[in-house]
């Protein structure tokens, strides 16, 4: 079986795209809004298996393999830009509590009211 490496370049632009505007130029699904780095979290840090994924998303096998071979050869830089949102995430979360956090903290405050003469 011989491939052509334009054909297969192709292939993976068919599948990939990235669209400034679109999930801050992450690389997608394309006409998705699920990134490749999306995908490699599910596979890799969840246990999913590319099937699932590809169920769970409504996604083609195609889409979700070529998202892996996409992640592989980006490895490197997929994997700084996730790093980088998980940094940012962590950043805000002291600024925002939980729906359960506040209330725990309203239930607080209303136990010491109350026990307050």
């Known amino acids: 079986m011989q491939l052509r490496s334009n054909n297969m370049e192709i292939q993976l632009n068919r599948y990939i795209e990235i669209t400034p505007n679109l999930r801050s130029g992450k690389p997608c699904i394309a006409g998705q809004r699920i990134t490749v780095a999306d995908i490699a979290i599910a596979y890799l840090r969840l246990g999913q298996s590319l099937e699932e994924i590809a169920g ?3 996604l083609s096998l195609a ?10 050869d980006n490895k490197t830089a997929i994997d700084e830009s996730i790093r980088a949102s998980e940094a940012f995430a962590k950043s805000l979360r002291p600024q925002y509590l939980s729906l359960l956090q506040e209330k725990i903290k309203t239930l607080k405050n209303v136990s010491t009211n109350s026990l307050s003469p």
């Open 56 to 58: 769970e998303y409504d």
């Open 63 to 72: 889409e979700v393999y070529t998202a892996i071979a996409f992640y592989y």
